[in-house]
């Protein structure tokens, strides 16, 4: 059974860092074609692509915010992370951990966990 | 930068043939993923590369990508359909379709 748990701070300020991990289970970020990245979707909006790191350490980050994002992973702990900086009140939203396990579409998503900025 | 352009709602009868268009500049050179997103539920991938369906989806999806216009077609729509669907451009930007409402009344 493949599973995947969002974690991190629920609220941050503005302009501070925010840093989420995505613990994982059920398969290995070693095998060909894997990848585990991040899509946040703010209240009652649409679903954004942040990015993705791939099993042979490719990474892929939405031009937009690609200044502010870092992806990294830890295969031995099973684990992603994802870093956010200059963390703004338009970035509220509920963050996903999710992963593509034949580099075709985004086959498992985690729960999803709201982070909200605010002073 | 790149857009993909979904309608923002669309409405079906039960039964009937539901389509639902995501558009993008060449978007038939790239593959397209669509999700499925009910209400307080993370999104589902009901297909990929443009008309594959995942294992347990059923067979009233399929879809289809030519030109600059991908689409989603739910044949005999049912009820629990209703949902929010998103298009994906996976190979290149990887962005989501600002996404449509589906309702079946």
């Known amino acids: 059974q493949i599973t995947l748990k969002e974690s991190g701070p629920t609220l941050v300020k503005p302009t501070q860092t925010l840093t989420l991990t995505c613990t994982f289970s059920?398969?290995?970020?070693?095998?060909?074609?894997?990848?585990v990245g991040w899509i946040r979707q703010p209240p009652g909006k649409a679903l954004k692509w942040l990015t993705l790191?791939?099993?042979?350490?490719?990474?892929r980050y939405s031009p937009s915010l690609k200044s502010r994002l870092t992806i990294t992973k830890d295969t031995s702990k099973n684990q992603v992370v994802l870093t956010v900086t200059n963390m703004d009140p338009v970035d509220t939203a509920t963050y996903y951990c999710?992963?593509?396990?034949?580099?075709?579409?985004?086959?498992?998503w985690g729960q999803g966990m709201l982070v909200t900025v605010s002073s | 930068s790149y857009e993909l352009t979904q309608p923002p709602s669309v409405s079906v009868s039960p039964g009937q043939t539901a389509s639902i268009t995501c558009s993008g500049d060449?978007?038939?050179?790239?593959?397209v993923c669509w999700y499925q997103q009910k209400p307080g539920q993370s999104p589902v991938l009901v297909i990929y590369?443009?008309?594959w369906r995942p294992s347990g989806i059923p067979e009233r999806f399929s879809g289809s990508n030519s030109g600059n216009t991908a689409t989603l077609t739910i044949s005999g729509t049912q009820a629990m359909d209703e949902a929010d669907y998103y298009c994906?451009?996976?190979?290149?930007?990887?962005?989501f379709g600002g996404g449509t409402k589906l309702t079946v009344l």
């Open positions: 999710a992963a593509t396990s034949s580099g075709h579409g985004i086959d498992y």
């Open positions: 059920g398969f290995s970020l070693s095998t060909s074609g894997v990848g």
């Open positions: 060449k978007l038939g050179d790239e593959y």
């Open positions: 994906q451009a996976w190979d290149s930007s990887r962005i």
């Open positions: 590369q443009n008309r």
């Open positions: 790191i791939y099993w042979d350490d490719d990474t």
